[in-house]
């Protein structure tokens, strides 16, 4: 059974940094699309980067491009999210996300998932928060 466990997450001051890790086991992660999710309270929960099985197609949402980069260890079944120049906006609860279904056609429809359909893994997510 695949699970998923998030570390990394903390308290950090505007402008700070963070990099975010997922541990994937039961299932070797080079079988999934994998992506970053967010919630902050009251609020819906955002697709923030996700990437396609090969690792060569990527999605950020408008609200991370240029600060966040995704990437992923195969080797060692390890998804990360680097984020640079936080801002408070980014408080949230980040959770990390796999799917191995062709339910996911794309990394960006991974990431919206119009439908919202369920994923094959979901961690439990680490919090996130952004404040002086």
């Known amino acids: 059974q695949l699970q998923l466990v998030e570390s990394g997450g903390g308290l950090v001051q505007p402008g700070g940094s963070l990099r975010l890790s997922c541990v994937f086991s039961?299932?070797?992660?080079?079988?999934?699309?994998i992506g970053w999710l967010r919630q902050a309270p009251g609020k819906e929960r955002e697709g923030v980067s996700c990437?396609?099985?090969?690792?060569?197609?990527?999605y950020y949402a408008d609200s991370v491009k240029g600060r966040f980069a995704i990437s992923r260890d195969d080797a060692e079944n390890t998804v990360y999210l680097q984020m640079n120049n936080l801002k408070p906006e980014d408080t949230a609860v980040y959770y990390c996300?796999?799917?191995?279904?062709?339910?996911?056609?794309?990394?960006?429809?991974?990431?919206?998932?119009?439908?919202?359909?369920?994923?094959?893994?979901r961690g439990q997510g680490t919090q996130v928060t952004v404040s002086s």
């Open positions: 990437m396609n099985r090969f690792g060569d197609r990527t």
């Open positions: 996300v796999a799917d191995d279904t062709p339910l996911f056609t794309t990394a960006q429809h991974m990431c919206i998932n119009p439908r919202g359909h369920e994923y094959g893994g």
């Open positions: 039961g299932s070797p992660l080079d079988r999934y699309g």
